[in-house]
C-alpha cells in the first residue's frame, strides 16, 4: 500500500465470465479512503468490467468486494441502499433524457433517499452549483453541451454524497475542448477529499492527479505504483510497450 | 328523369334520408360508445402485460408471448364470432355489444403489449445503469426513468394501430350490434333504397376524418427524435 | 368441453369444406396484396410531385380510404351499386374494396419508406448519370422497401386478416365456410377449427414480425 489510511474498497480474486469469455481472471483491488486510483490499459483488458463489479452492475463470477465495509455480493445486503454510498459516471453519461439537469440530479434523492422534495430540490442545486452548473437546472439534457451533461451526471452522483466516486472513461466521448471542464470537477472533487477509481485515458490528469496507476492487461493486473514510477520506469515488457505506444501519441 | 336526377333520387333520397337520420344518429352514439370502451380496456391491460412481462418470469412470459401471437394472428371477426357463437355452447351468452367490445379489446391489448415491450426494450441499457447505480429499485427504475421514455417512442405505432382497431367497430354489425353500419344495413333493407349507406359513410367519415388527421399530426409530432 | 369446441368428428366432416375456403382465402390474398403494392406504389411516386394540384386530392384520397372502415366499403359496394344496375359479384366487390383500402396504407407506408433514403442518395446517383426513374428503381425504392420492410409486413399481415371480411358478403371463403358448417352441426367446433388454421397459416408472419418490431425500435 501506498496511502496508509484504512481500506474502503476490497475487491478480492474477482473473476468474470461472459459465456466463453473470460474477462476478469482473479483481480484484487484495494483502495484506502481518500485515495485516487487510475486504472489504465488497452481495450478490451477488463477494467470497465472491473469497475462495475464494485457496485454489482456486473456479477462477478467468483470472489468477493467490501466497499465501506459492506459486503456488496451477499444477498442479504440492501443493494439500493449501498448503491447510494457509490456515485458512479459513464462514458455515454446516461441522463434521462425525459427529465431537466435539476430532476435528474433529485431523483434518486427522493425515491432512494426518501428526502422531501424541497430539501432534494436544495441539495440538487448545490450539486450543480458545485460542478458550476446551477444556471443549467432547468435545462435538459438535449440542451447541454457534451461537458455540460457529462458535469450534471458527477452532480447526480455526488448529491448522494458517496464514498467512493467510480469513472469508467468520463471524457472519452467528449469534444477535445470540453475536456477540461470535466477535468476540472474532477481535481476539486479529489481536493475535497473524495476516494476515486478511475479509469481513463486522460494520461496528463493521470500523472498530476492519481496516487496510484494501475496497469490491467487481459484480464490481469499487471502492474501498478505511483504514476511517476509506472510512466517514467514500467517494470513489465507490456506496461511499457503500453506507455510508449501512448506517449507517441 | 335524367340518368343524374335518377342518381340522386337513388343515392341521395331526402324522403329516405329524413326517416333514418335519426337511426344513424343513434348508431353514431352506440359507435362512440364502443370505440372508447376498447380504447380503454386495450391500451390498459396491453400497458399492464408489458410492465409485467418487465419482469422477466421466463413462464408466464413464454405463455403471454404465445397469447398475444394467436390475438395478432387471428382475423378480429373471427374472435368476434367465436366469441358470440362459440360461448353460447358452454350457456355464456354475451350479447353482440360486449362480444365485439371484448374481442376488439382482447386484440387491441395484443398489439398495444407488443408496442410498449418494444418501447421499454428500446430504452438504452445504459439508462437502466446509470439509475441502478444510483440505488433506484427495480421497478423504480422501470417506472421513474424507462417507461416515461418508452412511452414518448410508442405514441406513433399505438396511435395508428389504434385508429385501425377502432375502426373494427363496424364488425359489430354482423353479430346484430347497433352501430352505424348495422343501423344503416336494416335501413337500406326497409327502405329498400341505399340512401341510409350514404349517410353511414358520411358518419364514418365524421367520427374518422379528424382522428386521421390528428393521428397523422402526432406521428410527425413525436417521430424518433431524441 | 373437448366435445364441444374440439369434436373430432366434426372436424372431420368439416374438413373438406374448410379446405376450399382456405383456397378462396389464399387466391383473394394473392389477388388484393400484389394490386394494393402496385396502387400504394403509385400514391408514393405521385406523393412527391411538386404540383400541390396532385398532392392535396392525393392526400383526402388516402385519408379518406384510411379513415374509412374497411367492411362499410364492402357493404357499400355489394349492397349500394346493384341499386345503380353495378353488378360486381361477391369476390369482385371484396377484391375492389380491400384494394382501395389496402392500397391507401400500402402508399402511406412506401412512402415515408421513400422520405428515410437521404437525399444524398439520390444526388449521388443524379451525379452518375442515372436518370430519375432509374435513380428511383435502382437507388431509392430498394433502400426505402428496406427500411420499412416490418411495415409492409405488418399490413401484408392485416390484408391476408381482413379477407376474413368475405364472409359478410358471401363469399365463400375461410370463415364463411366455417359458419356455414357451425350452422349445419349446431357446433362451434368448425370456427375453432377456422382459427386454428388462420392461427397456423399467420403465425411464422407474427413471430417475424415481432423481432422485425423489436429491433426496429431498438436502432430507430
Known amino acids: 500500500m501506498i496511502v496508509e489510511a484504512p481500506l474502503i474498497v476490497e475487491a478480492r480474486g474477482i473473476h468474470k465470465h461472459f459465456g466463453a469469455l473470460h474477462v476478469l481472471k482473479g483481480v484484487d483491488l484495494l483502495v484506502a479512503e481518500r485515495e485516487l486510483v487510475f486504472v489504465i490499459g488497452p481495450s478490451g483488458s477488463g477494467k470497465s468490467t472491473l469497475l462495475r463489479c464494485l457496485n454489482r452492475l456486473e456479477e462477478p463470477s467468483a470472489g468477493s468486494v467490501m466497499v465501506d465495509g459492506i459486503d456488496m455480493l451477499d444477498r442479504r445486503t440492501d443493494i439500493n441502499r449501498a448503491r447510494q454510498r457509490i456515485g458512479m459516471v459513464f462514458q455515454s453519461f446516461n441522463l434521462y433524457p425525459h427529465m431537466t439537469a435539476l430532476g435528474n440530479v433529485t431523483l434518486a434523492l427522493r425515491k432512494v433517499a426518501q428526502k422531501p422534495r424541497d430539501e432534494a430540490e436544495a441539495l440538487g442545486l448545490a450539486a450543480l452549483d458545485r460542478v458550476g452548473l446551477r444556471d443549467r437546472a432547468g435545462h435538459t439534457p438535449g440542451q447541454l453541451s457534451g461537458g455540460q451533461a457529462q458535469r450534471v451526471a458527477i452532480a447526480r452522483a455526488i448529491a448522494l454524497e458517496p464514498r467512493v466516486m467510480l469513472f469508467d472513461e468520463p471524457t472519452s466521448s467528449l469534444d477535445p475542448e470540453l475536456v477540461g471542464s470535466v477535468l476540472a470537477v474532477m481535481r476539486e472533487l479529489r481536493e475535497s477529499g473524495m476516494t476515486m477509481v478511475v479509469v481513463s485515458h486522460e494520461m496528463g490528469f493521470a500523472r498530476a492527479a492519481a496516487d496510484r496507476v494501475v496497469f490491467m492487461d487481459d484480464g490481469l493486473i499487471v502492474e501498478q505504483g505511483p504514476p511517476a514510477a509506472i510512466f517514467a520506469a514500467p517494470q513489465q515488457a507490456r506496461t511499457q510497450a503500453f506507455i510508449s505506444q501512448i506517449q507517441r501519441h | ?226 | 368441453m373437448l366435445d364441444t369446441f374440439f369434436n373430432i368428428a366434426i372436424m372431420r366432416a368439416a374438413w373438406p369444406i374448410l379446405l376450399a375456403g382456405l383456397g378462396n382465402t389464399l387466391l383473394l390474398s394473392a389477388t388484393v396484396v400484389p394490386l394494393g403494392l402496385l396502387g400504394g406504389l403509385v400514391l408514393a411516386l405521385l406523393a412527391r410531385s411538386r404540383s400541390r394540384w396532385v398532392r392535396w386530392p392525393l392526400m383526402a384520397w388516402v385519408d379518406f380510404f384510411r379513415a374509412f372502415p374497411p367492411l362499410v366499403l364492402l357493404i357499400f359496394l355489394y349492397a349500394g351499386l346493384p341499386f345503380a344496375g353495378i353488378e360486381l359479384g361477391g369476390f369482385g366487390c371484396v377484391a375492389i374494396a380491400f384494394f382501395l383500402n389496402t392500397g391507401a396504407y400500402y402508399g402511406e407506408i412506401l412512402r415515408a419508406g421513400i422520405d428515410s433514403v437521404p437525399t444524398g442518395q439520390s444526388e449521388a446517383a443524379r451525379s452518375t448519370g442515372l436518370t430519375r426513374g432509374q435513380t428511383m428503381a435502382f437507388v431509392v425504392l430498394p433502400q426505402a422497401v428496406r427500411n420499412v420492410l416490418p411495415d409492409l409486413m405488418s399490413n401484408t399481415l392485416e390484408v391476408v386478416k381482413l379477407t376474413a371480411l368475405g364472409s359478410v358478403v358471401a363469399m365463400p371463403e375461410l370463415l364463411f365456410q366455417a359458419r356455414q358448417a357451425q350452422s349445419l352441426t349446431y357446433n362451434p367446433t368448425p370456427i375453432v377449427a377456422a382459427a386454428i388454421i388462420y392461427f397456423a397459416l399467420l403465425w411464422p408472419l407474427v413471430r417475424l414480425l415481432s423481432r422485425l418490431e423489436n429491433r426496429a425500435l431498438r436502432t430507430g
Open chain 2, 1 to 226: 328523369m335524367t340518368g343524374w336526377e335518377r342518381f340522386l333520387d337513388t343515392f341521395f333520397n331526402a324522403r329516405v334520408m329524413a326517416k333514418y337520420w335519426p337511426d344513424i344518429l343513434y348508431g353514431m352514439v352506440v359507435t362512440v360508445e364502443l370505440a372508447v370502451l376498447v380504447v380503454i380496456s386495450g391500451i390498459a391491460a396491453g400497458l399492464a402485460l408489458a410492465l409485467l412481462r418487465a419482469l422477466g418470469i421466463r413462464v408466464f412470459n413464454w405463455l403471454l408471448i404465445f397469447v398475444v401471437d394467436v390475438l395478432r394472428a387471428l382475423p378480429p371477426l373471427v374472435i368476434i364470432v367465436l366469441i358470440y357463437f362459440g360461448l353460447p355452447s358452454v350457456d355464456i351468452v354475451p350479447s353482440g355489444f360486449v362480444s365485439t367490445w371484448l374481442a376488439l379489446a382482447l386484440v387491441l391489448m395484443a398489439f398495444s403489449e407488443e408496442i410498449f415491450w418494444a418501447g421499454i426494450t428500446a430504452v438504452p441499457r445504459g439508462q437502466w445503469e446509470a439509475a441502478r447505480s444510483t440505488g433506484l429499485s427495480f421497478i423504480q427504475t422501470l417506472l421513474g426513468v424507462v417507461m416515461p421514455q418508452a412511452l414518448r417512442l410508442t405514441i406513433p405505432p399505438l396511435t395508428s394501430r389504434t385508429i385501425a382497431i377502432t375502426k373494427g367497430t363496424a364488425l359489430g354489425s354482423v353479430v346484430a350490434v347497433s352501430e352505424i353500419l348495422g343501423q344503416a344495413s336494416s335501413a337500406v333493407s326497409n327502405s329498400y333504397n341505399p340512401s341510409p349507406l350514404m349517410l353511414g359513410a358520411a358518419a364514418y367519415l365524421v367520427l374518422f376524418i379528424p382522428v386521421v388527421v390528428a393521428g397523422r399530426w402526432v406521428e410527425t409530432r413525436f417521430a424518433w427524435k431524441r
